[in-house]
């Protein structure tokens, strides 16, 4: 037989047997059956461990949020991680799903583009997208890719001006510039939140961008309280994904909290993005990655987060020509107070344009933010700071270096033996001084960068 030409199809409807009416009401009841509906790829589970599902195959790209429907229950969201013998791996985001083999799973969508908009100022979100307090829904028309951006390195503005981070030490003796990528290194107790606080309400940037990422919930709480204050809430948005969410979640939330700043950035915005911390996310690939059959290397990092590190704090630094800047600020955790031996300080170190430490014998003798001087740099604080402040500042650090290696030698030194000492000892109560902030009071760059100089007399 014959296939039908598209004569014989219209052959099929003649006047003499289907009348103009009639034939009209047959094409309205064709268009008020609607377009059918799209066919959803879907498959059915066939092994679950508690974090990873396996399905049958279907099309799907990695990063894709799928549904996983169970009885009696809304479906629990998880996202394509990877496959394996023709089958999906998926991450389920809710850790304690009562998943069943043979449930149902189906795509929601690619998961590559996430909201944005100025609507998101002064609010709280989760790394869905989702409020986290109380103030109503988001209504946001733009979108930016989760993953950002490919910038032409060639196109980035140069880092030529001083942002102004309200802190003291860190504008006089650290000076970070617009677009530059500082990573803080820390341990546990030594007053990092505190420090990142005081940047979030005293930053001169045009929007700040926070990512809580694996963090403790009363610690998110106590943050939000301290930093959405009445004057700052109207430029600053909060990304929070607490320790105890799903790993998946934890890496999405850094990555939206990065996605954000781009957008803001491309608009022309100076943006302050603070990460922290990226040791966090870092443990949460490390999760995904043994999730997925990778090899450990040190300290149980799988090759993928040593990759991961530089592709997120890439993504930010200074746009293009009539874009704004990303000065971001990462927090490292050091197991231990532990600077050397481990691999995401190492990575993070070399990636990054500066690094503060904070230390813990500053901590001893009652100073905050506790601001290890000797072991800090910045990188590109020369190039945008003037020669007196320069010369400055190397003699503030230099003073501290020789009174922290001779603090206790003190009770046997004589005076006279030593003049920089000598000089060390005589402005140790002005240098404590200069050095220490309370967290309720700002600092601009320019006040800061006079008591420097008017301090070391240069």
Known sequence: MKPLLAQDCQMLIRPKTLTGNALGQLIERIE?????????????????????????????????????????????????IGF????????????????????????????????????????????????????????????????????????????????????????????????????????????????????????????????????RGREVAEFVEKSMTMEARSKICVVA????????????????????????????????????????????????????????TAKGYPPSVVSMIPNLIERSGAGAIGEGAITSIYTVLADGDDTTNDPVVDTARAILDGHIVLS???????????????????????DITSDKHQKAAVKFKRLISVYMENRDLMGGYAAGQDPELDLAIALWPKITEFITQAASEPATFDAATSDLVALMDV
């Open 241 to 296: 994904v607490p320790a105890d969410r799903a790993a998946l979640l934890r890496i999405r939330g850094a990555n939206r909290a990065t996605s954000i700043a781009e957008y803001f950035r491309s608009r022309g915005k100076d943006v302050l993005l603070i990460m922290d911390s990226l040791t966090r996310v870092a443990h949460a690939k490390r999760e995904v990655g043994l999730a997925l059959g990778e090899q450990p």
């Open 84 to 215: 394996r013998d023709g089958k999906n791996l998926a991450f389920v985001y809710d850790q304690a799903a009562e998943i069943e083999v043979g449930a149902l799973v189906t795509v929601l969508g690619t998961g590559r583009d996430v909201e944005v908009g100025d609507a998101l100022l002064g609010r709280v979100i989760d790394a869905q997208g989702s409020p986290l307090d109380n103030g109503g829904p988001l209504r946001l028309k733009d979108t930016w890719p989760l993953h950002g951006k490919l910038t032409n390195p060639l196109n980035r503005k140069p880092i030529a001006q001083p942002l102004d981070v309200g802190v003291r030490s860190v504008n006089a003796l650290l000076t970070i510039g617009r677009g530059q990528r500082v990573g803080i290194i820390a341990g546990s107790g030594v007053g990092k939140s505190v420090l990142l606080s005081m940047m979030t309400r005293f930053a001169a940037a045009d929007v700040i961008v926070v990512g809580l990422i694996g963090e």
């Open 360 to 382: 813990r014998k500053q901590t001893q003798l009652g100073i905050y933010p506790a601001v290890d001087f000797t072991a800090s740099v910045s990188r590109v604080m020369n």
């Open 32 to 80: 008020d059956m609607g377009t059918p509906p799209a066919v959803k790829a879907s498959g059915l589970v066939t092994k679950f461990d508690g974090q990873v599902i396996e399905c049958d195959g279907f099309p799907v790209t990695v990063g894709s949020i799928c549904h996983v429907h169970i009885v009696d229950q809304d479906p629990v969201e998880a996202e394509v």
